[in-house]
């Protein structure tokens, strides 16, 4: 039953176990996590503590580090110590890459979850004269990784950490490639691989991601990893993103289609937008697509009509005065309606209405109720003096 109620219009989402990164939990019945990365040089312990900071006081709920060598391990432990200084409890993640082993088990001192990317942790040099790879040479190779992994899944597990599995379409292993091909099934091996090294050490912090910088081959990878998950009874949480989705326009297109779709079908339980910008641009994209999907109410929600030739006052600057006086109060839901023709009807479910009546005139509505008709010049005023009136106004 996961995915959209076709009765209802509500999104079932995919059972989960819980998954604790500091004070925040992933899964379950809790609210989508939003988290981020920070693009500060991590051996620049201010200028990344204040990133940190300005991240998470725009609603950043996990930040993300980078960490690629051991003198950036010690690094994220002043920064861990600088952040309890201000009394600030935002989880931090370290995202770790080639050979980190070392790396991975300091940082995991300071940090509350690691991610590594199977594909480049034990990092397999590509040999251009290979032509196969055997089941043998791949049996070995998959030993190896267990024998990296295993240190750092055991210091995790005993300081009860978590651990993201990142795999990227763009950096599988050798072998993968070579077993799977450049695939979404490539994909989802290299991660249940993992999962069972952590499984065999009763290790399950672990939330899984599957992120590919084209949308189809990342909804083809999360789809196919949650089959497999299920079938091998693998409840955990999925981190949903879009990698190297650009900038601007378009790279919010491409990650609302990706993770939007996703969420809409019942999977994901943390997203992160990757956009060419300031992270800090990620967070009301994230917010914006958890809002769209009623997965979380954290603005007010506006319903408004596009305009037509029966529209009886300038709907754009309207619009910005009602949301300029009201963004305020997250949970409501106001519409803004050009005219009576349509309007109280396709306003459905708000909670407030202003909508054109005659020229000149304005109506506001309490959910489908008109309430009283005013002069235009005095609509959005009026429309908070009701607000006020009826105890929402904060
Ligand atoms: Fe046109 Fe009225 Fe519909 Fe707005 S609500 S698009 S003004 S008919």
Redesign the pocket.
Known sequence: NVGLDINSGAIQRRETTPVRVGDIIIGASNPVVVQSMINEDTLDIDGSFASIKEMHEAGCEIVRITCVSMAHAHAVGFIKEKLRKEYMDVPLVADVHHNGLKIALEVAKHVDKVRINPGLYVFEKPDPRRTEYTPKEFDAAEEKLRKTLEPLIISLRDQGKALRIGVNHGSLSERMLFTYGDTPRGMVESALECIRVCEDLNFHNIVISMKASKVLVMLAAYRLLSRRLAEEDMPYPLHLGVTEAGDGEYGRIKSTLGIGTLLAEGLGDTIRVSLTEAPIKEIPVCYGILQGLGLRRTMVEYVA????????FN?ETVLHEVREATKHMPGLSIAV???????PG?MADADYGYV?KTPGKISLYRGRKEIRTVREEVGVEELVSLLKQDGVWV
């Open positions: 009509c596009p305009s037509c030739g029966r529209t009886l709907l309606m050009g005219c009576i023709v349509n309007g396709e054109g």
